[in-house]
Protein backbone atom coordinates (compact mmCIF):
# COMPACT_ATOMS: atom_id res chain seq x y z
CA UNK A 1 0.00 0.00 0.00
CA UNK A 2 1.10 3.48 -0.75
CA UNK A 3 -0.25 6.36 0.85
CA UNK A 4 -0.49 8.65 -2.45
CA UNK A 5 -1.45 11.66 -0.21
CA UNK A 6 -1.96 13.03 3.14
CA UNK A 7 -3.17 16.46 3.08
CA UNK A 8 -4.32 18.65 5.60
CA UNK A 9 -7.40 20.77 4.29
CA UNK A 10 -9.28 23.64 5.56
CA UNK A 11 -11.90 21.83 6.70
CA UNK A 12 -10.65 18.17 6.44
CA UNK A 13 -8.05 15.74 5.77
CA UNK A 14 -7.83 14.27 2.70
CA UNK A 15 -6.11 10.60 2.78
CA UNK A 16 -5.63 9.11 -1.17
CA UNK A 17 -4.35 5.39 -0.77
CA UNK A 18 -2.77 3.04 -3.69
CA UNK A 19 -1.98 -0.33 -4.42
CA UNK A 20 -2.49 -3.62 -2.61
CA UNK A 21 -3.88 -3.40 1.09
CA UNK A 22 -2.45 -6.60 2.83
CA UNK A 23 -0.24 -7.40 5.74
CA UNK A 24 2.27 -4.63 4.70
CA UNK A 25 0.45 -2.18 4.54
CA UNK A 26 1.64 0.46 7.12
CA UNK A 27 -1.26 2.44 8.84
CA UNK A 28 0.84 4.04 11.19
CA UNK A 29 2.77 5.95 8.63
CA UNK A 30 -0.53 8.16 8.58
CA UNK A 31 0.03 11.54 10.39
CA UNK A 32 -2.63 12.11 13.35
CA UNK A 33 -6.03 12.78 11.73
CA UNK A 34 -6.16 16.55 13.99
CA UNK A 35 -9.44 17.53 11.84
CA UNK A 36 -13.15 16.11 12.56
CA UNK A 37 -13.32 14.94 9.21
CA UNK A 38 -11.67 11.97 7.32
CA UNK A 39 -12.27 12.22 3.74
CA UNK A 40 -10.33 8.54 1.93
CA UNK A 41 -9.93 8.53 -1.44
CA UNK A 42 -9.65 4.69 -2.66
CA UNK A 43 -9.99 4.66 -6.00
CA UNK A 44 -6.32 3.81 -6.85
CA UNK A 45 -6.46 0.42 -4.18
CA UNK A 46 -5.50 -2.27 -6.45
CA UNK A 47 -6.68 -5.24 -3.79
CA UNK A 48 -7.55 -5.62 0.12
CA UNK A 49 -6.66 -9.46 1.71
CA UNK A 50 -8.12 -10.18 5.11
CA UNK A 51 -4.90 -8.94 6.83
CA UNK A 52 -5.41 -5.48 5.00
CA UNK A 53 -8.90 -5.17 5.85
CA UNK A 54 -7.79 -6.08 9.45
CA UNK A 55 -5.54 -3.82 9.60
CA UNK A 56 -7.49 -0.87 7.97
CA UNK A 57 -10.26 -1.63 10.65
CA UNK A 58 -7.75 -1.23 13.52
CA UNK A 59 -6.46 1.92 12.57
CA UNK A 60 -9.92 3.06 12.03
CA UNK A 61 -10.32 2.25 15.63
CA UNK A 62 -7.24 4.37 16.99
CA UNK A 63 -9.01 7.30 15.08
CA UNK A 64 -10.62 10.08 17.97
CA UNK A 65 -14.35 9.78 18.17
CA UNK A 66 -14.85 12.85 16.93
CA UNK A 67 -13.54 12.11 13.47
CA UNK A 68 -16.23 11.55 11.02
CA UNK A 69 -14.96 9.06 7.95
CA UNK A 70 -16.05 9.77 4.19
CA UNK A 71 -15.01 7.46 1.47
CA UNK A 72 -14.71 8.20 -1.79
CA UNK A 73 -14.36 6.41 -5.37
CA UNK A 74 -14.59 3.22 -4.33
CA UNK A 75 -13.98 0.04 -6.53
CA UNK A 76 -16.30 -2.49 -6.42
CA UNK A 77 -14.40 -4.98 -4.06
CA UNK A 78 -14.38 -2.44 -0.93
CA UNK A 79 -18.24 -2.23 -1.37
CA UNK A 80 -18.17 -5.85 -1.22
CA UNK A 81 -16.59 -5.90 1.98
CA UNK A 82 -18.77 -2.54 3.45
CA UNK A 83 -21.55 -4.91 2.58
CA UNK A 84 -20.67 -8.23 4.21
CA UNK A 85 -18.15 -7.06 7.11
CA UNK A 86 -20.07 -4.57 9.96
CA UNK A 87 -17.50 -2.95 11.14
CA UNK A 88 -15.21 -2.26 7.63
CA UNK A 89 -16.35 1.55 8.26
CA UNK A 90 -16.51 3.08 11.57
CA UNK A 91 -20.58 4.31 12.95
CA UNK A 92 -21.61 7.45 11.32
CA UNK A 93 -19.27 7.26 8.11
CA UNK A 94 -20.73 8.00 4.68
CA UNK A 95 -19.85 6.36 1.36
CA UNK A 96 -19.77 9.69 -1.36
CA UNK A 97 -18.82 7.86 -4.23
CA UNK A 98 -18.42 4.01 -5.63
CA UNK A 99 -17.72 2.09 -9.14
CA UNK A 100 -20.72 0.77 -10.25
CA UNK A 101 -20.01 -2.32 -13.53
CA UNK A 102 -21.74 -1.90 -16.35
CA UNK A 103 -21.35 -4.96 -19.04
CA UNK A 104 -22.14 -4.21 -22.75
CA UNK A 105 -23.72 -7.86 -23.84
CA UNK A 106 -23.39 -6.07 -27.62
CA UNK A 107 -19.81 -6.09 -27.66
CA UNK A 108 -18.59 -7.63 -24.38
CA UNK A 109 -16.69 -4.74 -23.02
CA UNK A 110 -17.01 -3.83 -19.29
CA UNK A 111 -16.91 -0.40 -17.20
CA UNK A 112 -16.71 0.79 -14.01
CA UNK A 113 -19.16 4.09 -13.22
CA UNK A 114 -18.99 6.18 -10.81
CA UNK A 115 -21.92 6.90 -8.31
CA UNK A 116 -21.91 9.67 -6.67
CA UNK A 117 -24.26 10.51 -3.54
CA UNK A 118 -27.05 12.51 -3.88
CA UNK A 119 -26.90 11.89 -7.73
CA UNK A 120 -27.12 8.38 -8.33
CA UNK A 121 -27.86 6.73 -4.81
CA UNK A 122 -29.04 8.27 -1.32
CA UNK A 123 -28.31 5.47 1.66
CA UNK A 124 -31.29 5.10 3.98
CA UNK A 125 -32.12 8.21 6.62
CA UNK A 126 -34.66 8.38 9.62
CA UNK A 127 -36.83 10.28 7.83
CA UNK A 128 -35.82 9.12 3.60
CA UNK A 129 -35.98 5.78 2.04
CA UNK A 130 -32.84 4.53 0.34
CA UNK A 131 -32.44 5.74 -3.33
CA UNK A 132 -30.80 4.19 -6.17
CA UNK A 133 -30.40 5.42 -9.85
CA UNK A 134 -31.43 1.86 -11.93
CA UNK A 135 -32.66 3.44 -14.90
CA UNK A 136 -29.65 5.09 -15.21
CA UNK A 137 -28.22 4.86 -19.13
CA UNK A 138 -24.64 4.16 -19.19
CA UNK A 139 -23.29 3.91 -22.60
CA UNK A 140 -20.33 1.48 -23.94
CA UNK A 141 -17.72 3.02 -24.98
CA UNK A 142 -16.92 1.04 -27.81
CA UNK A 143 -20.08 0.64 -29.59
CA UNK A 144 -22.32 3.08 -28.04
CA UNK A 145 -25.19 0.53 -27.19
CA UNK A 146 -26.77 0.82 -23.52
CA UNK A 147 -24.62 -1.23 -20.93
CA UNK A 148 -26.88 -3.03 -17.87
CA UNK A 149 -25.85 -3.21 -14.41
CA UNK A 150 -22.99 -5.93 -13.92
CA UNK A 151 -23.85 -6.49 -10.03
CA UNK A 152 -26.81 -8.53 -7.97
CA UNK A 153 -28.46 -5.36 -7.00
CA UNK A 154 -29.94 -6.53 -3.46
CA UNK A 155 -26.40 -7.69 -2.42
CA UNK A 156 -24.14 -4.84 -3.88
CA UNK A 157 -26.67 -1.83 -2.92
CA UNK A 158 -27.27 -3.71 0.34
CA UNK A 159 -25.13 -1.18 2.41
CA UNK A 160 -27.33 1.79 1.33
CA UNK A 161 -30.37 -0.10 2.99
CA UNK A 162 -32.33 -0.54 -0.02
CA UNK A 163 -35.32 -3.11 0.56
CA UNK B 1 5.39 -38.50 8.57
CA UNK B 2 1.53 -39.28 9.89
CA UNK B 3 -0.56 -36.71 11.41
CA UNK B 4 -3.62 -37.44 13.62
CA UNK B 5 -6.01 -34.89 15.11
CA UNK B 6 -6.86 -36.03 18.14
CA UNK B 7 -9.11 -32.54 19.18
CA UNK B 8 -10.09 -29.54 17.49
CA UNK B 9 -12.09 -27.62 19.68
CA UNK B 10 -10.70 -24.94 21.34
CA UNK B 11 -10.70 -23.08 24.76
CA UNK B 12 -13.62 -25.71 26.80
CA UNK B 13 -14.51 -29.09 25.48
CA UNK B 14 -17.92 -28.75 23.72
CA UNK B 15 -19.98 -31.88 23.45
CA UNK B 16 -22.73 -32.18 20.81
CA UNK B 17 -25.76 -31.49 23.49
CA UNK B 18 -28.84 -33.96 23.54
CA UNK B 19 -30.84 -31.48 21.81
CA UNK B 20 -28.26 -30.76 19.07
CA UNK B 21 -27.83 -34.49 18.65
CA UNK B 22 -31.48 -34.73 18.26
CA UNK B 23 -31.69 -32.18 15.34
CA UNK B 24 -28.95 -33.51 13.45
CA UNK B 25 -30.29 -36.92 13.43
CA UNK B 26 -33.83 -35.51 12.36
CA UNK B 27 -31.93 -33.09 9.44
CA UNK B 28 -29.89 -36.41 8.64
CA UNK B 29 -33.71 -39.07 8.48
CA UNK B 30 -35.01 -36.16 6.64
CA UNK B 31 -32.38 -36.27 4.15
CA UNK B 32 -32.08 -39.67 3.49
CA UNK B 33 -35.79 -40.35 3.19
CA UNK B 34 -35.37 -37.97 0.64
CA UNK B 35 -32.80 -39.72 -1.00
CA UNK B 36 -34.52 -42.28 -1.04
CA UNK B 37 -37.22 -41.13 -3.20
CA UNK B 38 -34.48 -41.02 -5.82
CA UNK B 39 -32.83 -43.97 -4.94
CA UNK B 40 -35.00 -46.89 -3.33
CA UNK B 41 -31.28 -48.84 -2.83
CA UNK B 42 -29.35 -46.43 -1.40
CA UNK B 43 -28.07 -47.93 1.75
CA UNK B 44 -27.81 -45.95 4.96
CA UNK B 45 -24.41 -46.07 5.40
CA UNK B 46 -23.49 -44.87 1.57
CA UNK B 47 -25.81 -41.74 2.29
CA UNK B 48 -23.96 -40.76 5.27
CA UNK B 49 -21.26 -40.91 3.75
CA UNK B 50 -22.21 -38.99 0.57
CA UNK B 51 -22.80 -35.91 3.33
CA UNK B 52 -19.97 -33.62 4.15
CA UNK B 53 -18.38 -35.28 7.46
CA UNK B 54 -19.20 -32.55 9.86
CA UNK B 55 -22.98 -33.49 9.18
CA UNK B 56 -22.49 -37.09 9.69
CA UNK B 57 -20.38 -36.68 12.36
CA UNK B 58 -19.99 -33.46 13.88
CA UNK B 59 -16.91 -31.26 13.71
CA UNK B 60 -16.21 -32.89 17.47
CA UNK B 61 -15.79 -31.24 20.94
CA UNK B 62 -11.99 -32.38 22.25
CA UNK B 63 -9.72 -29.94 23.01
CA UNK B 64 -6.44 -29.50 21.67
CA UNK B 65 -4.26 -32.15 21.20
CA UNK B 66 -2.64 -33.84 18.16
CA UNK B 67 -0.33 -37.19 17.23
CA UNK B 68 2.72 -36.99 14.87
CA UNK B 69 4.03 -40.27 13.75
CA UNK B 70 6.69 -41.74 12.28
CA UNK B 71 8.27 -45.22 11.69
CA UNK B 72 10.75 -44.57 14.56
CA UNK B 73 9.24 -41.83 16.34
CA UNK B 74 5.73 -41.17 18.27
CA UNK B 75 4.72 -37.16 19.46
CA UNK B 76 1.73 -35.63 21.01
CA UNK B 77 1.44 -31.98 21.20
CA UNK B 78 -0.72 -30.81 23.94
CA UNK B 79 -2.77 -32.24 26.31
CA UNK B 80 -6.49 -31.15 25.94
CA UNK B 81 -9.18 -33.19 26.17
CA UNK B 82 -8.54 -34.98 23.29
CA UNK B 83 -5.63 -37.17 24.87
CA UNK B 84 -7.44 -38.93 26.81
CA UNK B 85 -9.11 -40.97 23.80
CA UNK B 86 -5.47 -41.37 22.30
CA UNK B 87 -4.15 -43.00 25.96
CA UNK B 88 -6.54 -45.46 26.16
CA UNK B 89 -4.95 -46.52 22.30
CA UNK B 90 -1.48 -46.23 23.64
CA UNK B 91 -2.09 -48.59 26.32
CA UNK B 92 -2.80 -51.30 23.94
CA UNK B 93 1.22 -51.09 23.51
CA UNK B 94 4.22 -51.08 25.56
CA UNK B 95 2.37 -47.85 28.06
CA UNK B 96 -0.10 -51.25 29.24
CA UNK B 97 2.95 -52.65 30.33
CA UNK B 98 4.55 -49.98 32.03
CA UNK B 99 7.09 -50.09 29.67
CA UNK B 100 6.01 -47.03 27.53
CA UNK B 101 8.25 -43.71 26.74
CA UNK B 102 5.76 -41.02 25.79
CA UNK B 103 6.54 -37.72 24.63
CA UNK B 104 4.36 -34.65 25.07
CA UNK B 105 5.28 -31.23 23.20
CA UNK B 106 3.39 -28.44 25.05
CA UNK B 107 2.51 -25.33 23.27
CA UNK B 108 1.62 -23.09 26.33
CA UNK B 109 -0.30 -24.70 29.59
CA UNK B 110 -4.05 -22.86 29.02
CA UNK B 111 -6.54 -25.49 30.71
CA UNK B 112 -7.95 -26.64 27.09
CA UNK B 113 -3.66 -27.81 26.28
CA UNK B 114 -3.89 -29.20 29.43
CA UNK B 115 -6.65 -30.68 31.27
CA UNK B 116 -6.79 -33.81 29.06
CA UNK B 117 -3.58 -35.29 31.26
CA UNK B 118 -5.33 -36.09 34.88
CA UNK B 119 -6.86 -38.76 32.08
CA UNK B 120 -4.27 -39.93 30.33
CA UNK B 121 -3.78 -43.57 31.70
CA UNK B 122 -0.49 -44.09 30.80
CA UNK B 123 0.45 -41.65 33.73
CA UNK B 124 -0.80 -44.02 36.43
CA UNK B 125 1.46 -46.76 34.74
CA UNK B 126 4.37 -47.87 36.94
CA UNK B 127 7.03 -47.64 34.32
CA UNK B 128 6.29 -45.29 32.35
CA UNK B 129 8.49 -42.76 31.21
CA UNK B 130 6.32 -39.29 29.95
CA UNK B 131 8.44 -36.66 28.64
CA UNK B 132 7.02 -32.67 29.06
CA UNK B 133 8.46 -30.49 26.68
CA UNK B 134 8.06 -26.93 26.56
CA UNK B 135 10.03 -23.56 25.92
CA UNK B 136 7.99 -22.10 29.23
CA UNK B 137 10.14 -23.31 31.65
CA UNK B 138 7.52 -23.76 34.32
CA UNK B 139 5.73 -27.04 32.95
CA UNK B 140 6.19 -28.99 36.25
CA UNK B 141 4.47 -26.20 37.92
CA UNK B 142 1.82 -26.24 35.58
CA UNK B 143 1.64 -30.37 35.42
CA UNK B 144 1.63 -30.59 39.27
CA UNK B 145 -1.05 -27.81 39.64
CA UNK B 146 -3.40 -29.85 37.77
CA UNK B 147 -3.14 -33.30 40.41
CA UNK B 148 -3.48 -30.56 43.38
CA UNK B 149 -5.69 -31.58 46.29
CA UNK B 150 -8.70 -30.81 46.47
CA UNK B 151 -8.97 -30.54 42.62
CA UNK B 152 -7.99 -33.94 41.81
CA UNK B 153 -8.03 -37.00 44.29
CA UNK B 154 -4.75 -38.50 42.61
CA UNK B 155 -1.68 -36.33 43.95
CA UNK B 156 1.15 -36.17 41.63
CA UNK B 157 3.42 -37.76 43.99
CA UNK B 158 1.25 -40.89 43.06
CA UNK B 159 1.09 -40.82 39.68
CA UNK B 160 2.63 -44.29 38.69
CA UNK B 161 5.27 -43.35 35.57
CA UNK B 162 8.39 -41.36 35.72
CA UNK B 163 7.84 -37.72 34.86
CA UNK B 164 11.05 -35.54 32.57
CA UNK B 165 10.59 -32.24 31.71
CA UNK B 166 12.74 -31.09 29.01
CA UNK B 167 12.86 -27.22 27.90
CA UNK B 168 13.00 -26.64 24.95
CA UNK B 169 15.66 -23.25 23.25
CA UNK B 170 12.78 -21.10 21.12
CA UNK B 171 13.36 -21.68 17.20
CA UNK B 172 16.22 -24.36 18.21
CA UNK B 173 15.69 -27.69 16.32
CA UNK B 174 15.40 -30.96 18.31
CA UNK B 175 16.12 -34.17 16.58
CA UNK B 176 13.36 -37.00 17.54
CA UNK B 177 15.06 -39.93 15.42
CA UNK B 178 13.98 -38.97 12.23
CA UNK B 179 11.33 -36.10 13.45
CA UNK B 180 13.25 -32.60 13.14
CA UNK B 181 11.24 -30.21 15.31
CA UNK B 182 11.65 -26.32 15.70
CA UNK B 183 9.41 -24.39 18.09
CA UNK B 184 8.74 -21.11 16.88
CA UNK B 185 6.64 -18.42 18.63
CA UNK B 186 2.78 -17.60 18.14
CA UNK B 187 0.24 -14.51 18.83
CA UNK B 188 -0.88 -15.63 21.75
CA UNK B 189 -1.09 -14.95 25.48
CA UNK B 190 1.21 -16.36 28.73
CA UNK B 191 2.61 -16.98 25.75
CA UNK B 192 2.42 -19.86 23.26
CA UNK B 193 5.12 -21.79 20.52
CA UNK B 194 4.13 -23.60 17.70
CA UNK B 195 6.40 -26.38 16.07
CA UNK B 196 7.70 -27.29 12.69
CA UNK B 197 7.97 -30.98 12.31
CA UNK B 198 10.66 -32.19 9.08
CA UNK B 199 10.35 -35.78 8.22
CA UNK B 200 11.92 -36.88 4.84
CA UNK B 201 11.71 -33.18 2.92
CA UNK B 202 7.69 -33.37 4.44
CA UNK B 203 7.20 -30.54 6.43
CA UNK B 204 4.36 -30.10 9.32
CA UNK B 205 3.49 -26.25 11.08
CA UNK B 206 1.25 -26.86 13.97
CA UNK B 207 0.06 -22.98 14.66
CA UNK B 208 -1.86 -23.02 17.41
CA UNK B 209 -3.28 -20.83 19.27
CA UNK B 210 -2.39 -17.69 17.52
CA UNK B 211 -4.34 -14.36 16.91
CA UNK B 212 -2.35 -14.32 13.79
CA UNK B 213 -1.35 -10.89 14.29
CA UNK B 214 2.36 -10.79 12.93
CA UNK B 215 1.69 -11.68 9.23
CA UNK B 216 3.96 -10.05 7.05
CA UNK B 217 7.41 -11.14 6.43
CA UNK B 218 9.04 -8.34 8.24
CA UNK B 219 6.61 -8.74 11.15
CA UNK B 220 7.72 -12.25 11.49
CA UNK B 221 10.84 -11.76 11.28
CA UNK B 222 12.61 -14.74 13.10
CA UNK B 223 9.22 -16.91 12.86
CA UNK B 224 8.58 -16.73 9.56
CA UNK B 225 10.40 -20.34 8.89
CA UNK B 226 7.02 -21.45 11.09
CA UNK B 227 5.45 -20.79 7.54
CA UNK B 228 7.84 -21.71 4.78
CA UNK B 229 8.14 -24.68 3.02
CA UNK B 230 5.24 -25.59 4.28
CA UNK B 231 3.58 -28.91 2.81
CA UNK B 232 0.62 -29.00 6.19
CA UNK B 233 -0.36 -26.75 8.52
CA UNK B 234 -2.86 -26.54 11.55
CA UNK B 235 -4.07 -23.46 12.23
CA UNK B 236 -5.75 -21.27 14.91
CA UNK B 237 -9.82 -20.28 13.50
CA UNK B 238 -11.57 -19.97 16.31
CA UNK B 239 -13.73 -16.95 14.97
CA UNK B 240 -15.38 -16.22 11.60
CA UNK B 241 -13.63 -13.39 10.44
CA UNK B 242 -16.21 -10.95 11.58
CA UNK B 243 -15.66 -12.01 15.35
CA UNK B 244 -11.78 -12.25 15.32
CA UNK B 245 -12.32 -8.33 14.15
CA UNK B 246 -14.07 -7.19 17.10
CA UNK B 247 -11.77 -9.89 19.38
CA UNK B 248 -8.69 -8.14 19.25
CA UNK B 249 -5.84 -9.20 21.70
CA UNK B 250 -8.13 -12.09 22.34
CA UNK B 251 -5.17 -14.45 20.97
CA UNK B 252 -7.34 -16.43 18.40
CA UNK B 253 -7.45 -16.00 14.51
CA UNK B 254 -9.67 -16.71 11.69
CA UNK B 255 -9.49 -18.59 8.40
CA UNK B 256 -9.08 -15.75 5.92
CA UNK B 257 -6.33 -15.17 7.74
CA UNK B 258 -4.84 -18.70 7.55
CA UNK B 259 -4.90 -18.38 4.12
CA UNK B 260 -3.53 -14.92 3.45
CA UNK B 261 -0.22 -16.49 4.77
CA UNK B 262 -1.03 -20.02 3.44
CA UNK B 263 -1.28 -18.28 -0.11
CA UNK B 264 1.55 -15.69 0.13
CA UNK B 265 3.69 -18.74 1.30
CA UNK B 266 2.55 -21.41 -0.94
CA UNK B 267 1.72 -24.07 2.08
CA UNK B 268 -0.33 -26.62 0.18
CA UNK B 269 -3.02 -27.76 2.46
CA UNK B 270 -4.70 -26.53 5.93
CA UNK B 271 -6.49 -27.65 8.17
CA UNK B 272 -8.63 -24.97 10.46
CA UNK B 273 -9.09 -25.72 14.46
CA UNK B 274 -9.91 -24.49 17.44
CA UNK B 275 -12.84 -24.17 16.58
CA UNK B 276 -15.08 -22.10 19.19
CA UNK B 277 -16.68 -23.53 22.10
CA UNK B 278 -19.56 -21.47 21.69
CA UNK B 279 -20.41 -22.47 18.03
CA UNK B 280 -22.57 -25.29 16.92
CA UNK B 281 -21.93 -26.88 14.00
CA UNK B 282 -23.71 -25.11 11.55
CA UNK B 283 -22.23 -21.92 12.49
CA UNK B 284 -18.93 -23.61 11.60
CA UNK B 285 -20.38 -24.88 8.71
CA UNK B 286 -21.27 -20.61 8.26
CA UNK B 287 -17.71 -20.14 9.18
CA UNK B 288 -16.42 -22.44 6.20
CA UNK B 289 -18.88 -20.81 3.87
CA UNK B 290 -17.78 -17.05 4.45
CA UNK B 291 -13.61 -18.39 4.24
CA UNK B 292 -14.85 -20.35 1.09
CA UNK B 293 -16.30 -16.94 -0.83
CA UNK B 294 -13.18 -15.13 0.61
CA UNK B 295 -11.19 -17.59 -1.27
CA UNK B 296 -13.00 -17.67 -4.21
CA UNK B 297 -12.11 -13.78 -4.46
CA UNK B 298 -9.17 -13.79 -3.74
CA UNK B 299 -8.54 -16.32 -6.55
CA UNK B 300 -10.66 -14.25 -8.73
CA UNK B 301 -8.58 -11.11 -8.31
CA UNK B 302 -5.30 -12.92 -8.26
CA UNK B 303 -6.14 -14.18 -12.13
CA UNK B 304 -7.71 -10.86 -13.05
CA UNK B 305 -4.14 -9.37 -12.00
CA UNK B 306 -2.53 -12.09 -13.85
CA UNK B 307 -0.58 -12.63 -10.96
CA UNK B 308 1.22 -16.00 -10.20
CA UNK B 309 -0.04 -17.82 -7.48
CA UNK B 310 -0.49 -21.79 -6.02
CA UNK B 311 -3.95 -22.61 -4.86
CA UNK B 312 -4.12 -23.77 -1.39
CA UNK B 313 -6.35 -26.81 -0.29
CA UNK B 314 -7.90 -26.20 3.02
CA UNK B 315 -11.36 -27.23 5.64
CA UNK B 316 -12.49 -26.75 8.74
CA UNK B 317 -11.21 -29.93 10.86
CA UNK B 318 -13.00 -32.16 12.30
CA UNK B 319 -12.16 -34.18 15.54
CA UNK B 320 -10.50 -37.60 14.16
CA UNK B 321 -8.84 -36.19 10.67
CA UNK B 322 -5.80 -37.95 9.92
CA UNK B 323 -3.11 -37.10 7.10
CA UNK B 324 0.05 -38.44 6.17
CA UNK B 325 3.23 -36.48 4.13
ZN1 LIG C 1 -20.37 -2.38 -26.47
ZN1 LIG D 1 -6.33 -23.12 23.14
ZN1 LIG E 1 -4.40 -20.54 24.72
Redesign the pocket.
Known amino acids: MKIEHALEKENHFELALSGSIDEDAEFNAIPKIQKNLLVVDFSQVTMINSCGIRDWVNWTKTLDSNVQVHIKKCPKFIIDKINILKGFLPAKSLVLSFYTPYYCENCDSEKQYLFERGVHFQEQTADKAAFVDYDLEVLCDQCKTAMSMDVITEKYFNFLGVK | MKVKLWGVR??LPAPLLPEQQYQKSLTNLKQFHEALSTDPNISPEKFLNSLPSYMSKGFGGH??CIQVQTSEQNIIVDGGSGIRKLGEVLMCGPCGLGRGEVHILMTHF?W??LIGLPFFVPLFIPGNKIHIYSVQDNAEESVRTLFKKPNFPVPYEALGAEFIYHTLEPRKTVHFNDLKVTPYQLDHPDPCWGYKFEHNNKTFSYC??TEGTRVSRKELGEDLALYQNVDVMVFDAQYTFLEATEKVNWGHSSAPIGLDIAMREEIKKVYFV?HDPAASDEKIMIAEKQTRDYYKTRLKALKQQEAEFSEVDWEFAIEGTEFEL
Open positions: GSTAHDHVDH
